[in-house]
């Protein structure tokens, strides 16, 4: 019985599908800015998937091979912290801590200090992913990293292909930290609900 239903409420899903996609194709046009379309339409009656990512970013400031390079700061400056730099990042993300390792997306995107007392962080990225299915997708982090904190939890606002409407959070740790150049390898472990 379980499965009878089953069955008829995939058959009654799917033509409700090819219902939608027919008209809501039939709905558009030329001239007409918006309406209201069903979710099923875009694939959304699919149970949403939970992805767990983990890779290494490597923010490299110093020397010819830097990925991420300071392009403004501020006229002055309080001792307590770099407040008002900003910097524009294309960081490799590596399947293991040495760089070597195989490269499975690029970071792209914008960190500023923006704290007068600490070196907390804004930061602004695309996680522009290479690797397996997740090739050309994208993933969008907004949000505050303490730096000096063990682990620095950011929000992933937004995603593209395999990560349309996506949601959830990243948890960052450095993993090791250059004090002469201060270039740094960042772990992150990345959550991510999507269809
Ligand atoms: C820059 O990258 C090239 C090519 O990967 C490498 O041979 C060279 O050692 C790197 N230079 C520095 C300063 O890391
Ligand atoms: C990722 O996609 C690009 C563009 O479609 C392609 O050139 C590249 O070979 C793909 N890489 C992998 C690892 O599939």
Do not use: C, W
């Not at 409420?9 to 001239?31: C, E, I, K, M, R």
């Not at 995603?159 to 390898?185: C, H, I, M, P, Q």
């Amino acid at each position: 019985m379980a499965e009878l239903l089953l069955k008829h409420s995939d058959a009654a899903a799917f033509l409700l599908t090819v219902v939608t996609l027919t008209s809501s194709f039939a709905a558009l046009g030329s001239d007409s800015f918006s309406q209201n379309i069903s979710p099923l339409s875009l694939g959304l009656n699919k149970p949403e998937k939970l992805s767990h990512l983990h890779f290494y970013f490597h923010d490299i400031v110093v020397g010819k091979n830097a990925t991420a390079v300071r392009v403004a700061q501020a006229p002055t400056t309080t001792a307590a912290s770099p407040f008002g730099v900003v910097v524009v990042l294309d960081d490799p993300l590596t399947v293991g801590p040495d760089i070597g390792s195989e490269l499975v997306g690029k970071a792209q995107g914008i960190y500023a200090f923006a704290s007068q007392t600490d070196s907390s962080l804004l930061v602004a990225y695309n996680f522009a992913f290479m690797a397996e299915e997740y090739n050309g997708s994208s993933l969008t982090i907004l949000g505050r990293n303490t730096v000096s904190s063990a682990v620095r939890e950011m929000p992933v606002v937004g995603g593209s292909g395999t990560f349309r409407f996506a949601r959830g959070y990243v948890e960052a740790r450095t993993e090791s930290f250059d004090l002469k150049t201060g270039n740094t390898v960042v772990e992150y472990n990345v959550y991510v609900l999507h269809y």
